[in-house]
């Protein structure tokens, strides 16, 4: 378990900066009975330059207001106020490289009525960059995602990592590193907490948005994929193609772009070394640190 606070540790908390060891959560809290409440996961990295920068900062917090916006959460932050205080939060706790957790979340309500009113919180603790040369064992997941008519999808909610616990942890227990979730019409949709890409005879591919968190890393993937011009594609496709591709990948935040050695044991026959994939980990690994 990773050591997220001491009796020392700041959290920013609806305005004012406080010491985590002090704050109080209701037990009442309608967040915490229904897991309706939205989040983030952000990361904040030590530059070439020596300075702490949070990577896509205004992308995070632009997608905490739609999450929050689309499930009817109270939101009236401002992107820019909250990043200064995402600043501020990493300063009090000399952090440079870190995970940011912004929370917004509803105090006690044991009804399923709206809230006037709502919490934000903002909390960071030391991460390093990861980008680990060890290629991950995937399993393809008994689990679906959740359905997009019933569930926001496109929304950080936190009820919907009950089913990203659930996968991960199935797939831990059959010794596999990690899950694969397909959508409600059995295609390829994304892990328990990372987007999805796949390289086949010199093309990326990966799945379309709707049944998905549109991930922003998979945009900067996309993105890196025209600055490298390299073709890549958003399609809904099966696990069966995903068997048959040279390499794969999952990229998100926290794991930033990872490679896969194989799926439901079936191994990548391309050297991760010798892949367009490795080339699009390469480039991540230096936009984050701004080496150019
Ligand atoms: N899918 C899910 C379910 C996730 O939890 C995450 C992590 N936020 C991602 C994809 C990747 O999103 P991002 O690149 O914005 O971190």
Same mark, same amino acid.
């Given at each position: 378990?990773?050591?997220?606070?001491?009796?020392?540790?700041?959290?920013?908390?609806?305005?004012?900066?406080?010491?985590?060891?002090?704050?109080?959560?209701?037990?009442?809290?309608?967040?915490?009975?229904?897991?309706?409440?939205?989040?983030?996961?952000?990361?904040?990295?030590?530059?070439?330059?020596?300075?702490?920068?949070?990577?896509?900062?205004?992308?995070?917090?632009?997608?905490?207001?739609?999450?929050?916006?689309?499930?009817?959460?109270?939101?009236?932050?401002?992107?820019?106020?909250?990043?200064?205080?995402?600043?501020?939060?990493?300063?009090?706790?000399?952090?440079?490289?870190?995970?940011?957790?912004?929370?917004?979340?509803?105090?006690?309500?044991?009804?399923?009525?709206?809230?006037?009113?709502?919490?934000?919180?903002?909390?960071?603790?030391?991460?390093?960059?990861?980008?680990?040369?060890?290629?991950?064992?995937?399993?393809?997941?008994?689990?679906?995602?959740?359905?997009?008519?019933?569930?926001?999808?496109?929304?950080?909610?936190?009820?919907?990592?009950?089913?990203?616990?659930?996968?991960?942890?199935?797939?831990?227990?059959?010794?596999?590193?990690? +899950?694969?979730?397909?959508?409600?019409? $059995?295609?390829? !949709? *994304?892990?328990? @907490?990372?987007?999805?890409?796949?390289? =086949?005879?010199?093309?990326?591919?990966?799945?379309?948005?709707?049944?998905?968190?549109?991930?922003?890393?998979?945009?900067?993937?996309?993105?890196?994929?025209?600055?490298?011009?390299?073709?890549?594609?958003?399609?809904?496709?099966?696990?069966?193609?995903?068997?048959? +591709?040279?390499?794969?990948?999952?990229? $998100?935040?926290? !794991? *930033?772009?990872? @490679?896969?050695?194989?799926?439901?044991? =079936?191994?990548?026959?391309?050297?991760?070394?010798?892949?367009?994939?490795?080339?699009?980990?390469?480039?991540?690994?230096?936009?984050?640190?701004?080496?150019?």
């Amino acid at each position: 378990m990773a050591n997220y606070f001491n009796e020392d540790t700041i959290i920013y908390l609806d305005g004012a900066f406080v010491k985590a060891a002090d704050t109080k959560m209701n037990l009442y809290s309608q967040s915490l009975h229904y897991g309706y409440a939205v989040f983030e996961g952000i990361r904040s990295y030590r530059t070439k330059s020596g300075e702490t920068k949070i990577f896509k900062a205004k992308e995070h917090y632009d997608r905490l207001r739609v999450s929050a916006e689309t499930l009817s959460l109270p939101y009236e932050y401002d992107t820019d106020e909250l990043i200064a205080a995402t600043y501020k939060v990493l300063a009090d706790n000399n952090l440079q490289d870190a995970y940011i957790r912004p929370l917004v979340y509803v105090g006690e309500n044991m009804s399923f009525n709206k809230n006037t009113s709502a919490h934000l919180t903002i909390q960071a603790w030391e991460m390093g960059a990861f980008l680990g040369d060890k290629l991950l064992r995937i399993m393809t997941s008994s689990f679906e995602r959740p359905n997009p008519k019933g569930f926001k999808i496109h929304a950080k909610a936190a009820g919907h990592y009950v089913n990203s616990i659930m996968a991960s942890q199935e797939a831990k227990a059959k010794g596999y590193d990690e +899950a694969l979730l397909t959508d409600m019409n $059995g295609f390829v !949709a *994304e892990g328990p @907490g990372a987007n999805v890409f796949y390289e =086949k005879d010199g093309k990326l591919f990966t799945p379309s948005l709707g049944n998905i968190l549109p991930g922003i890393t998979r945009a900067t993937v996309l993105e890196i994929c025209q600055a490298l011009a390299l073709p890549v594609e958003e399609k809904f496709f099966t696990v069966e193609e995903l068997y048959g +591709a040279d390499a794969a990948f999952f990229c $998100g935040t926290a !794991a *930033e772009v990872i @490679g896969w050695e194989s799926l439901d044991g =079936k191994p990548f026959t391309k050297n991760w070394d010798e892949t367009l994939s490795k080339k699009i980990q390469e480039t991540y690994s230096a936009l984050i640190v701004e080496k150019k």
